[in-house]
């Protein structure tokens, strides 16, 4: 009941100095332990995926902790877990500004943020002084290539981050699919892919024997591919024996937005419009994966109801973060339970 009056004052902001203030908000209710005016308790709702076992299926997607520096004060708002990136082998800024641009009409957002971060050893620096990351909380990091990297050498950074990261991730991300990093949804197409898959794997397996732990890795995915290139990413998935694959991130579609303000920004377009097109996606992995790689449900999660919907189309577990930005931190509890529901049904 609170978030409707903070969001008032959040959106008369630019949106990035909007995102500065709540995540400064959130640290300091969090600090001073006074996190309970933003959202209740989630109660456990276990579930075993890639290997791991999550408190409850509810996780923050990547992109609104690109640097690790909130961690504990996002975790302590219920998420089973959270993914924190894009990260990049080097620090970059991003593209111009601005390249974060509402539409509150559609409950959805535009944009070509570029991978700002400010590199992967800053990120490490975040993750070495959060609590949640050291008590076993569960910990994405999603890992992407500098903006500079010719495409061709694209795997070096990814097999670069995967290195540096390792050690304290949870499960690593592999982001192939932002619109906003020149030629970057290339690397979906079947050799590229599989050329890349195979390296990490093999990455992956060394690093397994030098860490003694095994580390999950799961590929995200963009949400406008064409139903034989969903199947052709399943087959891939299966054939290196990848642990996850999220789906989706954003699209570059704006049927759903067009003729209102902000439409025509470039960049990719999340939020409720996007909630059918991913559905879609998860529904027909599902069927293209027969079980055998778990699916994490993602975009357009605006409700409980939308998250169930992901869960019934054959996700395992869910994530938003245009969500968190319209509905708040008390959308949280409302996934959680819808998603414990379908199970009680």
Same mark, same amino acid.
């Given at each position: 009941?609170?978030?409707?009056?903070l /969001?008032?004052f959040?959106? $008369?902001?630019?949106p990035?100095?909007?995102?500065l #203030?709540?995540?400064s908000?959130?640290?300091?209710?969090n +600090?001073?332990?006074?996190?309970c005016? %933003?959202?209740?308790a #989630?109660?456990?709702?276990p579930?075993? #995926?890639?290997?791991?076992?999550?408190?409850?299926? #509810? *996780?923050?997607a990547a !992109?609104?902790d690109?640097?690790?520096?909130?961690?504990?004060?996002?975790a @302590?708002?219920g998420?089973?877990?959270i993914?924190i990136g894009?990260?990049?082998?080097?620090a970059?800024?991003?593209?111009p500004?601005?390249?974060?641009?509402?539409i509150?009409?559609?409950?959805?957002?535009?944009?070509?943020?570029?991978?700002?971060?400010?590199?992967?050893e800053?990120?490490?620096?975040?993750?070495?002084?959060?609590?949640? +990351? /050291?008590? *076993?909380?569960i910990?994405?990091?999603?890992?992407?290539?500098?903006?500079?990297?010719p495409?061709?050498?694209a $795997?070096d950074?990814?097999?670069?981050?995967?290195? /540096?990261?390792? *050690?304290?991730?949870?499960?690593?991300?592999?982001?192939?699919?932002s619109?906003?990093?020149?030629?970057?949804?290339?690397?979906?197409q079947?050799?590229?892919?599989?050329?890349? %898959?195979?390296?990490?794997?093999?990455a992956?397996?060394?690093?397994?024997?030098?860490?003694?732990?095994?580390?999950?890795?799961?590929?995200?995915?963009?949400?406008?591919l064409?139903?034989?290139?969903?199947?052709?990413?399943?087959?891939?998935?299966?054939?290196h024996?990848?642990?996850?694959?999220? @789906?989706?991130?954003?699209? %570059?579609?704006? $049927?759903?937005?067009?003729g209102?303000?902000?439409?025509?920004? $470039?960049?990719?377009?999340?939020?409720?419009?996007? /909630?059918?097109? &991913?559905?879609?996606?998860?529904?027909k992995?599902? %069927?293209?994966l @027969?079980?055998?790689?778990?699916?994490?449900?993602?975009g !357009?999660?605006?409700?409980? @109801?939308?998250?169930?919907?992901?869960i019934?189309?054959?996700? &395992?577990?869910?994530?938003?973060?245009?969500?968190?930005?319209?509905?708040?931190?008390?959308?949280v509890?409302?996934?959680?339970?819808?998603?414990a529901?379908?199970?009680?049904?």
């Open positions: 009941m609170f978030y409707p009056f /969001r008032r959040f959106f $008369a902001l630019d990035e100095t909007a995102h #203030v709540g995540m908000g959130v640290d300091f209710l +600090a001073t332990g006074a996190r005016l %933003l959202a209740a #989630v109660p456990p709702d579930r075993q #995926v890639m290997g791991l076992v999550f408190p409850n299926p #509810v *996780g923050l !992109g609104l690109k640097n690790g520096e909130h961690i504990d004060a996002l @302590a708002l998420f089973g877990f993914e894009t990260v990049t082998p080097r970059q800024p991003g593209n500004k601005p390249r974060l641009f509402r509150p009409e559609r409950q959805a957002i535009i944009n070509r943020m570029g991978f700002n971060n400010d590199g992967v800053k990120l490490l620096a975040n993750v070495a002084r959060s609590r949640f +990351a /050291r008590t *076993g909380g910990l994405g990091i999603n890992i992407g290539k500098n903006f500079d990297t495409i061709e050498n $795997a950074d990814y097999l670069s981050c995967l290195e /540096r990261v390792y *050690g304290v991730a949870s499960y690593v991300t592999v982001n192939i699919s619109p906003n990093t020149k030629n970057l949804r290339e690397l979906q079947d050799t590229a892919l599989d050329a890349l %898959l195979g390296r990490l794997k093999g992956q397996s060394r690093l397994a024997d030098r860490h003694g732990r095994y580390v999950p890795l799961a590929l995200k995915i963009a949400p406008d064409e139903d034989s290139q969903i199947q052709a990413i399943a087959d891939l998935l299966r054939q024996r990848m642990e996850g694959v999220i @789906a989706t991130n954003t699209t %570059l579609s704006r $049927a759903a937005v067009a209102l303000a902000n439409a025509e920004q $470039a960049g990719g377009l999340s939020g409720a419009p996007l /909630r059918a097109m &991913s559905t879609a996606v998860v529904k992995l599902s %069927l293209a @027969a079980g055998e790689v778990p699916i994490i449900g993602v !357009g999660i605006l409700c409980g @109801a939308d998250a169930a919907e992901k019934a189309a054959g996700a &395992s577990l869910v994530q938003f973060y245009t969500g968190f930005i319209y509905r708040g931190p008390g959308l509890g409302e996934v959680a339970a819808a998603i529901g379908q199970r009680r049904v």
